[in-house]
């Protein structure tokens, strides 16, 4: 009987193979007192523990070809949530929360002021840069 | 439901001779008794009482042989009964499932059989207790970590992007390990992370296996009872430096389920 860490040194390698649900209150549990704890000789001991545990040993899952494609499915997620503009969402709640409306609208005729403004620069570069390249023929 | 299939063995051809055996928790030394409400395995829950033998005690239950035990209300109350009794005592805590024919062979065959045994343990757990430092990763905010870091991840995230799942097999297979072998390598670095920050504890260290493919760290450590403050500090403080990134939790006083083994190797 000594008092010693389990598990030979099980410093952290060979991990990524065990998928188990979410933890709970009875996960903890389940990791801590079904492979841990001091196990006293067989001869004295008989065992009464039952057939739900069976249920629990089948959680242990190895990772392998469905982990691998969930994580690729998440990252697929995360790409087409992340590429969605950030505002949208916002302005899509403003608009249906009526008292917003006038607001909102406020701020689209400002977007396009600012758009028609930009456009009105463009084209005057436009009209410059013929010039200047009709000088230069 | 299953009350029934536990007959195939009858209780004489599992050495128990009566209709009861006794269920034994932990060994605790001889002068802790059992509080009046402490209820044990069992439905209904079975009573807790303490077999004692010189300067050393069982936490034990009467139980009925003839159903097994395993429910999750099982599982807790064996739990729950040892991790209370860590908090004040030192206890040796047993393995779910130990059940002896009756307090005779409680006090022969455990406690006087392991007497020199159980009792230097007892002393090194003196003012102990175990705690379990768990963090787990934030899928978005670690899947984005290694898109950063790994080209190849890019790539082939680029790769199935918008298309369908039965065409882009291979480069999903390929993603997916890619990531589980990463998250692998930034388990082991941060749960290396987890270890040096509670090393002014003087902590024994059990770093344990993931159970989640997303666990940033599981590491038990048995500490001074005393300094849990520290221990709740150095938690914190690394639950802000990970904020977003990983989720962190602390569970105990707990019993030194990952402490106690036999000296001799036996199965």
């Known amino acids: ?137 | 439901m299953t009350d029934t299939t536990a007959d195939e063995r009858t209780p004489e051809e599992q050495g128990v001779t009566g209709s009861t055996g006794i269920y034994v928790y932990g060994i605790v030394p001889g002068d802790v008794e059992a509080e009046s409400h402490a209820t044990g395995v069992g439905d209904p829950p079975s009573d807790v009482s303490v077999v004692r033998s010189g300067e050393i005690a069982a936490l034990v239950s009467e139980i009925p042989v003839d159903r097994p035990l395993g429910t999750p209300d099982d599982l807790k109350a064996h739990a729950e009964l040892l991790d209370g009794t860590a908090a004040v005592a030192p206890v040796l805590p047993l393995r779910f499932g130990a059940v002896l024919s009756d307090e005779d062979a409680v006090s022969e065959e455990l406690l006087d059989a392991h007497r020199d045994e159980f009792e230097a343990a007892l002393n090194e757990l003196e003012g102990k207790a175990q705690f379990v430092v768990k963090a787990r990763y934030d899928e978005r905010a670690v899947l984005s970590e290694i898109l950063e870091e790994n080209a190849d991840a890019a790539r082939l995230r680029e790769e199935i992007r918008d298309k369908p799942e039965d065409a882009t097999r291979d480069a999903r297979m390929m993603l997916g390990e890619i990531i589980t072998q990463s998250i692998e390598a930034k388990r082991n670095e941060d749960t290396q992370r987890v270890v040096d920050a509670l090393e002014d504890l003087e902590p024994m260290v059990n770093v344990r296996q993931p159970t989640h493919d997303e666990d940033a760290a599981h590491v038990a450590v048995l500490i001074e009872l005393s300094r849990q403050g520290d221990l709740e500090d150095i938690v914190r403080s690394l639950a802000e430096e990970w904020e977003g990134r990983a989720e962190m939790d602390l569970l105990g006083p707990m019993a030194a389920y990952d402490f106690v083994m036999k000296r001799a190797p036996e199965d």
Do not use: C
């Not at chain 1, 209150?25 to 057939?51: C, H, N, P, Q």
């Not at chain 1, 040993?57 to 691998?68: E, F, I, L, Q």
């Not at chain 1, 396009?112 to 570069?125: N, R």
């Open chain 1, 1 to 137: 009987m000594t008092i010693q860490p389990a598990g030979g040194g099980g410093g952290g390698g060979g991990g990524g193979t065990m998928a188990r649900p979410n933890s709970s209150g009875l996960a903890e549990v389940i990791d801590t007192i079904l492979d841990k704890g001091l196990v006293i000789d067989a001869f004295v001991r008989v065992s009464l523990v039952g057939i739900e545990l069976l249920t629990i040993d089948a959680r242990v899952v190895v990772a392998s070809v469905d982990t691998y494609l969930r994580f690729a499915e998440a990252v697929n997620r995360l790409e087409i949530s992340d590429n969605e503009p950030k505002g949208l969402p916002d302005l899509v709640g403003d608009i249906t929360s009526g008292g917003a409306k006038h607001k909102t609208k406020g701020a689209l005729e400002a977007a396009t002021e600012k758009v028609s403004d930009f456009l009105g620069d463009v084209d005057e570069k436009r009209q410059r840069a013929p010039r200047g390249s009709k000088r230069g023929e």
